[in-house]
């Protein structure tokens, strides 16, 4: 069975950094997109962060934009979100995503129907 399993996620105080990471069992990702998204109660899951295959290419929402940096080690078949400067705002559950059938090619993905594959979630909260 292939699950996706993030880790990193905790309780931090504004200001504060995390890094998450998300690594998949059951079957290799490294040549597939990958994504962060995150999801508070009571509202849309939304988009964070995105990387093609190679790591090559990233994409950011404005809300995080020169704070977070997502980024992967495909020898290790894990991808990582780096988190600074956070903010109470950023307080949410976490989840990585993978879209399967991206070899070589130089796309990154932003929305969440686009991706097959979820991980469980990481809970992060930020204290102010």
């Known amino acids: 069975q292939v699950q996706l399993v993030e880790f990193g996620g905790g309780l931090v105080q504004a200001g504060g950094s995390l890094r998450l990471s998300c690594k998949p069992s059951g079957r290799t990702f490294s040549s597939s997109a990958m994504g962060w998204f995150r999801q508070t109660s009571g509202k849309e899951r939304e988009f964070v962060a995105a990387i093609n295959w190679s790591g090559g290419r990233t994409k950011y929402a404005d809300s995080v934009k020169g704070r977070f940096t997502i980024s992967r080690d495909n020898a290790q078949n894990t991808v990582y979100l780096q988190m600074n400067s956070l903010k109470p705002e950023d307080t949410a559950v976490y989840y990585c995503?993978?879209?399967?059938?991206?070899?070589?090619?130089?796309?990154?993905?932003?929305?969440?129907?686009?991706?097959?594959?979820w991980g469980q979630g990481t809970q992060v909260t930020v204290s102010s």
């Open positions: 995503a993978a879209k399967t059938g991206t070899i070589f090619s130089s796309s990154y993905y932003t929305q969440g129907y686009e991706y097959d594959y």
